[in-house]
T-cell receptor, first 115, second 117 residues
């Protein structure tokens, strides 16, 4: 079946450092790809998405490019802030049949940014 | 605030017991999804309802059941609880049945943390 593999955390960075969180996927078709973020004590919220190969999703300084040839969707940010401390989830959207699409999530990567 | 409301926020119970978790979706959303988040398994999809009907099933145990009511709120029932059921249970909602590419934006509640002792 479809699956998502993320780099294991936790990741600790200093403020203004460059961030990369790796995500690779296995899918039978051409799924849409997502990054969700979970701030402490909150539910997940959509950060960005890409629906086809070579699409770049971006939001709040984060970006990720859908790479079909490497089945990857790595999350990057040029300069992280303390407020970016959260758990980041990579996800793919798969067809579960009957016209319904489901999200499959990676295990999450915890990011801590220190001043 | 996502607009999705889950109650209770925290629940502590004993093995063998039964609990009910409640979710109110965002206004206008017809789909409700239930996910279980645990340290070892990550975020696992349990079940989805769309406009009162079961739409898709994931890794939901037979001891667990759910339903969506005419007012679109949903309940997740967990019975014969085991220690391993301790987890954070999230409800999410979306406007449609989740069909169509890129329709994966779900709006999550803050979760119900279940502790089974």
């Amino acid at each position: 079946g479809n699956s998502v593999t993320q780099m294991e955390g936790p990741v600790t960075l200093s403020e203004e450092a460059f961030l990369t969180i790796n995500c690779t996927y296995t899918a039978t078709g051409y799924p849409s790809l997502f990054w969700y973020v979970q701030y402490p004590g909150e539910g997940l919220q959509l950060l960005l998405k890409a629906t086809k190969a070579d699409d770049k999703g971006s939001n709040k300084g984060f970006e990720a490019t859908y790479r079909k040839e490497t089945t990857s969707f790595h999350l990057e940010k040029g300069s992280v802030q303390v407020s970016d401390s959260a758990v980041y989830f990579c996800a793919l959207e798969e067809d579960s049949g009957a016209g319904s699409y489901q999200l499959t999530f990676g295990k999450g990567t915890k990011l801590s940014v220190i001043p | 605030d996502s607009g999705v409301t889950q109650t209770p926020k925290h629940l502590i119970t004993a093995t063998g017991q039964r609990v009910t978790l409640r979710c109110s979706p965002r206004s206008g959303d017809l789909s409700v999804y239930w996910y279980q988040q645990s340290l070892d398994q990550g975020l696992q999809f349990l079940i989805q309802y769309y406009n009162g009907e079961e739409r898709a099933k994931g890794n939901i145990l037979e001891r667990f059941s759910a339903q969506q009511f005419p007012d679109l709120h949903s309940e997740l029932n967990l019975s014969s609880l085991e220690l391993g059921d301790s987890a954070l249970y999230f409800c999410a909602s979306s406007v449609g049945p989740g069909s169509g590419r890129g329709a994966g934006e779900l709006f999550f509640g803050e979760g119900s943390r279940l502790t089974v002792l």
